[in-house]
């Protein structure tokens, strides 16, 4: 397609939606719709990992990944894992879909995220403070499993 201000106009569709960009001869506006084909939802759901009251052992949270973002509270003296699974999720997320952890514990509690096999490749254990955030992207490999991926980490 064609994109500038000789063209005025550009398409894009596809079996989801079409979704046009039009020009008033300064700026490009959308007109019409597009659907994602994906059962992300946006938005922050917050997490809050209880005690697991099984003493010296910490609490392992397996999170679906189907939200954007997740707002985590550890509430478990023995300290909280966090994972994201691909089982649930392979039905209603797709591959290239991103998702932000994100600690909210205020607390003295320890929050970690860490390499899971065949599930969730992150670059080294990460131990989360208040305000640090990990961000994964859903990859699939050769055979068509899916797997989590680190993209970034902010130690705030």
């Known amino acids: 397609f064609l ?3 000789a063209a005025n106009a550009a398409s894009l569709s596809s079996s989801s939606g079409n979704l ?3 020009s008033d001869g300064a700026r490009f506006h ?3 719709s597009i659907h994602a084909q994906t059962g992300l939802s946006l938005g922050g759901h917050i ?3 209880a005690n697991n009251a099984a003493g010296a052992t910490a609490n392992v949270e397996i999170l679906t990944g189907g939200r954007s973002l997740y707002l985590i509270d550890c509430n478990d003296p023995d300290g909280c894992t966090i994972q994201l699974g691909t089982t649930a999720v392979s039905t209603a997320v797709e591959p290239g ?3 932000i952890l994100m600690s ?9 995220v860490a390499d899971v096999a065949a599930v969730q490749h992150v670059a080294g254990a990460f131990t ?3 305000d ?3 961000t994964l992207i859903l990859t699939g490999n050769r055979s068509g499993a899916l797997i989590w991926r680190e993209i970034s980490r902010s130690n705030n």
């Open 104 to 112: 909210v514990t205020t607390n003295a509690y320890t929050l970690s």
């Open 20 to 22: 046009q960009l039009a």
């Open 47 to 49: 997490v809050s990992v």
């Open 97 to 99: 879909a991103v998702t």
């Open 128 to 130: 989360m403070g208040t």
């Open 30 to 32: 959308a007109v019409g």
């Open 3 to 5: 994109l500038g201000p």
């Open 132 to 134: 640090d955030v990990i």
